[in-house]
């Protein structure tokens, strides 16, 4: 039996998002709850892209560390043996790639403009594979952009070719959120079937069905003998209408009606980082978690209606499905409401000394403080926005790291 596993996308599809990004300290913080999380892989950027490179090779080191363990990290790439070139240039040590190319009719046409068909566009994909792999490359996921609107012959000899080029994992992308969740069901179990090889399910939410179609799909990706791999975002941040979100694909697997019985993860999430990384990426992206956000929005466990409070106040599992307490909601929580000292790019030592002191973190020599304190100033700059506790945290821990991730010197 097949078992289900998360590939978060916070890092590369989020902050592709228009009108949103992070400072490189945010992403490895995004990594590193992933991580607490149970979350199988990160597609945690773009390798071919040089103000990236700082940054991905810093959270390889803390893999390689084993602070980012056992998580995958994974980069993004066009299928073509150019990029896999770059990516290997300029990040040397990176194992997990991702490669994308176009299969619809719709975007080989109106993309290529009659320069490519078909036939290239397999051409591309089994010599980037093989490109990759030859590089070192060891997880190799193959993605069928717009796999939604792939006439379903093409998106199988495509999925078989990548196969035998050696790719680890075939995606299957709702690039436009088209898909509804009958309809890839279908597709994910015919391909699981026919093509026998792990499938990540890509899905967008243009018509609010990005978590149903992402927990269909896998479903059938599972009936069809194979693991799956569910591509989120954390509060579904994404291109134009999102992904699927992560704390509600995890709630959907483990809560909705029977399927937990059949579908299980291949590795244990845990839902009590639900509360916390969704309010860091709300505050990192600077987007309010919506008041009717699954699990973690603020009306999520609010009853106001006389019936409603009743029930719920006689027994919770009358109006609730699940425990705040799984999402790690319910603790108290410290809002400063007199004088505060903030992390800022102009800080001082006094009150930076203050604010560090409060977190229980104190300095053997004045030294090291300054140059914590000089990190922290950089994050300032680059976040634009006072730096939370477990990022001032991460700094004092580990400068050299710190160092590296907000060094952003175009590179020659
Ligand atoms: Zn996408």
Not at 59 to 75: D, E, K, S, T, W
Not at 157 to 173: L, M, N, V, W
Not at 304 to 330: C, M, T, W
């Amino acid at each position: 039996m097949g078992k289900i596993y998360l590939i978060d996308v916070t890092n590369r599809d989020g902050v592709q998002t228009a009108k949103l990004g992070l400072s490189k300290l945010e992403k490895t913080m995004i990594n590193i709850y992933l991580n607490e999380m149970g979350v199988y892989q990160s597609e945690f950027g773009f390798p071919t892209t040089k103000h990236e490179s700082n940054y991905l090779r810093a959270n390889l080191r803390l893999h390689a560390m084993g602070v980012l363990q056992p998580i995958h990290l994974g980069g993004w790439i066009r299928a073509t043996v150019e990029d896999v070139e770059k990516a290997f240039e300029l990040v040397p040590e990176i194992k997990d790639l991702a490669l994308s190319i176009s299969t619809s009719q719709q975007m080989i046409n109106g993309k290529f403009q009659g320069r490519k068909g078909e036939q290239d566009i397999l051409n591309m994909a089994v010599e980037s594979i093989e490109a990759a792999k030859s590089h070192g490359a060891q997880n190799v996921s193959i993605n069928a952009e717009d796999a939604s609107r792939t006439e379903i012959d093409f998106l199988l000899r495509f999925a078989c070719a990548a196969k035998a080029a050696g790719a680890d994992r075939f995606r299957y992308c709702d690039t436009l959120g088209y898909d509804n969740p009958f309809s890839i069901y279908e597709a994910c179990k015919h391909l699981a079937q026919d093509v026998k090889m792990p499938i990540e399910l890509h899905c967008h939410g243009d018509l609010g069905m990005a978590v149903a179609n992402s927990v269909t799909g896998a479903m059938g990706v599972v009936d069809g003998g194979q693991d799956a791999y569910i591509n989120t975002t954390v509060n579904g941040i994404g291109e134009r209408a999102g992904n699927a979100d992560l704390v509600a694909v995890v709630l959907a697997l483990k809560t909705s009606k029977d399927l937990a019985k059949k579908y299980k993860f291949g590795i244990p999430v845990h839902l009590k980082i639900a509360s916390k990384i969704s309010k860091f990426a709300s505050y990192a992206f600077k987007v309010e978690i919506p008041i009717n956000q699954p699990g973690v929005g603020a009306n999520a466990f609010a009853h106001a209606s006389g019936i409603h409070a009743d029930g719920v106040l006689k027994d919770p599992q009358n109006y609730e499905l699940y425990d705040f307490e799984e999402l790690g909601r319910g603790e108290p929580e410290m809002v400063e409401t007199g004088r505060e000292i903030a992390s800022g790019e102009y800080s001082g030592m006094a009150g930076f000394r203050y604010v560090m002191g409060k977190m229980g973190i104190n300095f053997e020599s004045r030294d090291d403080a300054e140059d914590v304190l000089e990190l922290a100033r950089y994050a300032n700059v680059l976040a634009q926005k006072p730096l939370v506790a477990d990022e001032l945290v991460f700094i004092a821990k580990y400068p050299e790291i710190a160092r590296e991730l907000l060094t952003l010197t175009p590179l020659s």
